[in-house]
């Protein structure tokens, strides 16, 4: 967060750094950074976000006109689902109705689908069942927002898409963390192929406390 900040300074005279945090640790809310040596201290603070108080919120979320309100409840939403695919389909059922229902452009549709549809992943039969729901809801109602060109490439661009952008929070986080990642932790992440075990990666990079530690990891 401290070297995000700064970075930006150098470009931006005004800048604020807020923490989002999407874990599931109730008391982990980290607020600063500080640094101190041979009587040169740095101490900087930011304002954060934890995205686990707006369970307690959810009505509100669900009334809320700002379409990142949709992200949050896919966030939640994931968390509370996991392992459970059927009520997981049920749910981003739910979240798409809400998405088509409010009053957004095309192209932030397409867009906030995309996103919901990266985060609430289903096995192949369930997803299968869900796009054919899907395709039925919007010829009903005569809204063909997504083309079959979207569909396309949204079915085989969404394993790789899936891949670079779990790769690249793994690498944020540890950027975050230990302000330098050596070159073969972005050579060894870009050798995995499985989505589910990248964000296994992302969890331990979150809880990791030294690079080293995350790196003897990865070959868990």
Not at 135 to 141: A, D, G, L
Not at 147 to 159: C, M, W, Y
Request: glycine share 4%; aromatic share 10%.
């Amino acid at each position: 967060m401290y070297v995000y900040h700064y970075r930006s300074f150098d470009i931006h005279p005004k800048v604020i750094s807020l923490a989002i945090l999407g874990d599931e640790r109730p008391q982990w809310r980290p607020n600063g950074y500080r640094y101190e040596l041979a009587g040169c201290r740095v101490e900087f603070t930011f304002p954060t976000v934890k995205l686990l108080d707006y369970q307690q919120q959810w009505e509100t979320l669900e009334q809320s006109s700002n379409p990142f309100a949709l992200l949050v409840m896919a966030h939640l939403k994931t968390h509370a689902t996991r392992g459970q695919a059927e009520e997981r389909e049920a749910w981003k059922w739910n979240l798409v109705q809400l998405l088509y229902e409010r009053d957004y452009t095309e192209e932030e549709v397409i867009r906030f689908f995309r996103l919901l549809d990266w985060m609430m992943t289903l096995p192949r039969v369930l997803q299968e069942r869900f796009d054919t729901k899907l395709r039925q809801y919007q010829e009903e109602r005569n809204m063909p927002i997504l083309s079959n060109i979207e569909r396309q490439a949204l079915e085989t661009g969404h394993q790789e898409g899936s891949l670079d952008m779990a790769r690249s929070a793994i690498l944020d986080v540890l950027t975050v963390r230990f302000n330098q990642v050596p070159g073969q932790v972005s050579d060894r992440l870009g050798q995995i192929r499985d989505v589910s075990r990248l964000r296994h990666l992302l969890q331990q990079a979150t809880v990791a406390t030294t690079i080293g530690e995350f790196i003897a990891g990865i070959g868990d």
